[in-house]
């Protein structure tokens, strides 16, 4: 019989623990957590106990989690962003497989950097971009590499981010503040970028952008707001982002189980008033944007656009994809996944009728969230190990290119040449194929 993976967890937050660690207790023939680092012994200690780790494997720090000698054959890093190069590359140093949460890291000099230490490895290094293990993408990815919409001409994607979603975790959360974390465009549409990378025949060449912070600023608040929701606020009753609305309630799930390990009423009232999460949206020192269009230049002349916004009623994203013989219209979100192909007929009509295409699951993707996405990568990550193939690791730098590249366009303005963009960096010319 197989023996599961032997694995240290880094980071036991909300990916860490919610997605990854619940996964290895949903597979404890594939994967094993034996030890932890996380600086909150509170999410230490229920590591400890949901996976029976002892208390001489659970550590405060990740440097000391990884010089411990641990018999262990990967780690699953799902430490901040900033963190990402250091412990990533010391987990290579020392021979070890790793899953790495996206994105690479919040800085494009040490995402290459991250990426030529997995190839000088061997080892696995695989990125948790979570959406190219979903039926969905995969299906989206299928349909245009198969040439069925003949010769891309343009596509439009929108990442409608719901505003609570938003107000979570880019107002109050870890990704508000482009100085502690990462511009909006790498926190949230690397996966988006990844995506494109992957299911477009095309490599981009050129894209501009524009991006702003629109609404949750200080002079939107309502009049004698305090600077915490509980601190007796006058629009407690009429503001949709007022903390006790969103976590004093029965759903104590994500978002809410982010705020507190403790999550009686009393946890999470006392995370209110103390945490980030209590802050008013319109009084924190958030600066990165709630919305943003990218416009691209692709091979051959053809264009895109990928929009973001954070004022959506409903998470989820919208996929349309032209061809010179086809339309590929798609919708993604928690309660509808739905692809449609329309052909084209210029003889008769412009459309001959679209039929729905069937989204069917791979094995290992059912269940968990992003639309399977979670289930799919972790089950990646196993058979990667086993097989000690080495990931491609080069794949993944595209999005890193892109993200920055656009957040650049942004800040300046410009229109921005990603063949001038990558020599400046000195970075080499990513893999396409994968």
Not at 36 to 54: C, L, N, S, W
Request: charged content about 20%.
């Amino acid at each position: 019989m197989t023996r599961p993976i032997q694995a240290l967890l880094l980071g036991a937050g909300s990916r860490g623990y919610d997605v990854f660690a619940r996964w290895a207790l949903q597979h404890p023939e594939q994967l094993q957590f034996v030890a932890v680092a996380d600086p909150d012994p509170a999410k230490r200690q229920r590591m400890m106990t949901e996976h029976g780790i002892p208390e001489h494997r659970s550590f405060a720090s990740w440097q000391d989690a990884l010089e411990a000698n641990l018999p262990i054959q990967a780690v699953v890093n799902a430490l901040p962003d900033h963190l990402h190069e250091a412990s990533a590359t010391r987990v290579m140093e020392l021979g070890h497989h790793q899953l790495l949460e996206k994105p690479i890291t919040n800085d494009l000099p040490g995402a290459v950097r991250i990426a030529r230490a997995a190839e000088a490895s061997g080892k696995v290094l695989m990125l948790a971009y979570v959406l190219r293990y979903t039926p969905f993408f995969s299906t989206l990815h299928g349909v245009v590499q198969s040439g069925q919409l003949g010769e891309v001409v343009h596509f439009e994607w929108s990442e409608n981010v719901s505003a609570i979603h938003y107000s979570h975790s880019f107002v109050r959360g870890n990704w508000s503040n482009t100085q502690r974390s990462s511009p909006m465009i790498l926190a949230k549409c690397s996966h988006d970028l990844d995506q494109l990378a992957w299911i477009l025949p095309q490599k981009v060449q050129r894209l501009s952008s524009f991006g702003s912070l629109v609404h949750f600023r200080s002079q939107n608040a309502p009049q004698g707001a305090p600077e915490r929701c509980l601190d007796g606020c006058p629009a407690a009753e009429s503001c949709a982002f007022h903390a006790a609305k969103i976590y004093l309630n029965d759903y104590v799930h994500w978002p809410v189980n982010v705020i507190s390990t403790d999550l009686s009423l009393q946890g999470r009232t006392r995370a209110l008033q103390e945490g980030p999460y209590g802050k008013c949206v319109y009084q924190t020192d958030n600066d990165v944007v709630d919305t943003q269009v990218v416009m691209f230049e692709l091979e051959g002349g053809a264009t895109g656009v990928l929009s973001m916004h954070g004022h959506s009623g409903e998470e989820g994203r919208s996929v349309r994809i032209d061809g010179t013989r086809a339309t590929l219209r798609g919708v993604f979100t928690d309660r509808k996944q739905e692809i449609w192909l329309e052909p084209h007929t210029f003889e008769t009509s412009y459309v001959t009728g679209g039929h729905p295409i069937p989204i069917e699951a791979p094995k290992g993707t059912a269940g968990m969230g992003h639309g399977g996405g979670d289930d799919g990568v972790c089950q990646a990550f196993i058979e990667a190990v086993r097989s000690g193939s080495p990931v491609p690791t080069r794949q993944y730098l595209e999005s890193q290119y892109l993200a920055f590249a656009i957040e650049e366009a942004r800040l300046q303005r410009s229109l921005v040449d990603m063949e001038a963009f990558r020599g400046r960096y000195g970075l080499e010319e990513p893999v396409k194929s994968f």
